[in-house]
């Protein structure tokens, strides 16, 4: 028998179950069975009941237990942003993670944005301010260095004459015009600027210019015309009917006074040549009829001398008449010369009275007509103005000719009715017109004595020469009326002031500013009071001397400084 034949016999063989006992008996399988089942069905309830409660809490607290980690994670990021903000980002030293560091001091003045240590308006011992004068009524501003110049923040003051100048000019912008007021309560000059250093007013974009003297023309501006005079204008017509024979000149042809224009053949002047001959004729005839019987008074009767003497007076006023009647249209008639002469020869003379010789060399003296009434200008002058041509019928009511003598034309300007009071005849008046660059000057020399009832402005007129030609009527423009002009005037940048809220101030910089590296960066607040002002400047009637240093571009930011500085300090004199 092989070996592992019967090894294996009893390992493969199988095992039977006993069957249950109890007590060493044994006990039926089914009951058994049974009493299996009832313990699982009692167990199973109790099992899920407990599983059911511990559900819920166990996933709390492992949610807890899972999110620690990433908890722990963003508090850690944000205590390193945390100190990173509030120590710009830089890593302690170990001295001072240990604890061995000294504490900072903290040396700065909110109020005044500069180290506390050095804030010259909190310990005012530290740069004691200077005299205050107060108020001066004569120019309207704090601390006037006109007659205070120790005030000006300057190293070498002004000389007497230079200050007596200001004055006369200071009085002279005053009187001129009212200006802009400062309030004399105000307190706010009293005030001072200071900057930590250079650099920060650097920083800060602030910009310093000279005060300095330049000339200023002070003026009133207004809308004007050019036109022709009135006074140096004619407008010709024939004085009788006629026709026109010839015309002479043209639109924009100069003429002399005297010179005839146009030639009209009138009937009626020749019927007047005729009257005044005939009447020279009547006048010599009872000339020699008085003589005659004065010669023999004694042989007649006194009554036919007064006959012919009273003839003789009527003749007289006929050649007076006619004479009067030719004058009226321009003849240049002589009587005097008239008389005595041969008939012909008066006819002859008669004919072409008036004529120029060049004129009368076209005509045939022995066929031309006895009606020429010549057109002469009464003016040396250019035409401006034809409105007639040859063979036309005219008569007194139609103007055929307008001269003009343009070396002197005339300014129309309009002014506010405000500035009334300050014009005055004699002023010297500007001229631009439009669209050139030409200036003109004149001298007023009239004011209307009433304002237009539609636009209110006041009408005023100059006399401008015009011998070059240039200006041509109803020329627009703008003028304006020359009340002062001041060639030293003490300017300032336009802009360089700010109207804080009841004074006009500026800030000037302090004289020792670069004295040496610890010298305090202040610029002191100074009331001014403008004049005119011209284009990128602007004229101070009084407030700061030439030589000092104001801020002119950023000097906003000093505005803004003053104003958080004086926050709330009580200053109630914007309300007066």
Not at 59 to 84: E, H, K, M, Q
Not at 339 to 350: A, P, S, T
Not at 483 to 491: G, K, P
Request: net charge negative; aromatic share 4%.
């Amino acid at each position: 028998m092989n070996r592992s034949t019967v090894d294996a016999s009893p390992r493969t063989s199988p095992k039977k179950s006993s069957p249950p006992s109890v007590n060493g008996h044994p006990v039926q399988a089914s009951l058994a069975k049974k009493s299996h089942t009832d313990r699982s069905e009692t167990e199973r309830p109790l099992a899920e009941t407990t599983k059911k409660a511990r559900g819920p809490l166990r996933r709390s607290v492992g949610l807890a237990l899972s999110s620690i980690g990433p908890t722990l994670v963003l508090i850690g990021f944000a205590a390193v942003f945390y100190y990173g903000h509030h120590n710009d980002w830089r890593i302690p030293k170990f001295a001072a993670l240990t604890g061995d560091v000294e504490p900072v001091v903290d040396d700065w003045c909110e109020e005044h944005a500069v180290p506390e240590s050095i804030c010259v308006e909190c310990d005012p011992t530290l740069m004691p301010k200077e005299q205050d004068y107060g108020w001066c009524s004569d120019h309207g501003v704090h601390n006037c260095v006109l007659d205070h110049p120790d005030v000006a923040q300057l190293k070498r003051l002004p000389s007497q004459g230079e200050l007596a100048a200001d004055l006369q000019r200071a009085a002279r912008a005053l009187a001129i015009a009212p200006r802009k007021e400062n309030n004399s309560g105000c307190k706010i000059y009293q005030t001072r600027i200071q900057f930590a250093s250079i650099e920060a007013v650097m920083q800060a974009g602030v910009d310093v210019e000279l005060v300095e003297r330049h000339p200023i023309v002070e003026s009133i501006v207004g809308n004007g015309e050019i036109v022709y005079d009135p006074t140096r204008q004619a407008k010709l017509a024939s004085r009788v009917p006629g026709s026109v024979w010839r015309v002479f000149k043209n639109v924009g042809d100069k003429v002399s006074e005297g010179e005839v224009l146009a030639v009209v053949d009138a009937v009626g002047v020749g019927e007047l040549k005729t009257s005044l001959l005939r009447s020279l004729a009547e006048e010599n005839l009872q000339q020699q009829n008085v003589s005659r019987l004065t010669a023999a008074r004694s042989a007649i009767a006194g009554a036919r001398v007064l006959d012919a003497e009273a003839a003789l007076a009527k003749a007289r006023a006929d050649v007076l008449s006619a004479e009067q009647s030719l004058r009226n249209l321009g003849l240049p008639v002589d009587v005097k010369r008239l008389r005595g002469m041969d008939e012909q020869w008066v006819l002859d003379e008669l004919r072409f009275i008036g004529i120029p010789s060049s004129i009368r060399s076209q005509l045939d003296a022995q066929s031309a007509t006895a009606n020429l009434l010549p057109i002469a200008s009464p003016m040396d002058g250019i035409v401006i103005e034809r409105t007639v041509t040859p063979s036309e019928v005219v008569d007194p009511s139609r103007m055929l000719f307008q001269i003009g003598d343009t070396r002197q034309m005339w300014l129309q300007l309009s002014v506010p009715l405000e500035n009334m009071n300050q014009i005055a005849i004699g002023q010297r008046i500007r001229f631009t017109p439009d669209g050139s660059r030409q200036v003109v000057e004149g001298v007023l020399d009239w004011i209307d004595t009433s304002a237009d009832q539609d636009t209110r402005m006041l009408e005023v007129r100059a006399v401008l020469a015009n011998d070059g030609g240039r200006l041509r009527n109803e020329t627009f423009g703008m003028g304006e009326i020359i009340l002062r002009e001041e060639a030293d005037a003490i300017v300032i940048p336009t802009g360089a002031s700010h109207w804080e809220g009841c004074c006009q101030v500026v800030f000037v910089r302090d004289k020792d500013y670069f004295s040496g590296p610890d010298s305090y960066k202040l610029f002191h607040v100074r009331s001014v009071r403008l004049g005119a002002q011209n284009g990128d400047v602007t004229e101070v009637i009084s407030g700061v001397l030439p030589g000092e240093v104001i801020a002119t571009a950023g000097s906003d930011v000093l505005k803004a400084q003053l104003l958080k500085n004086n926050l709330g300090a009580g200053c109630d004199c914007v309300a007066e």
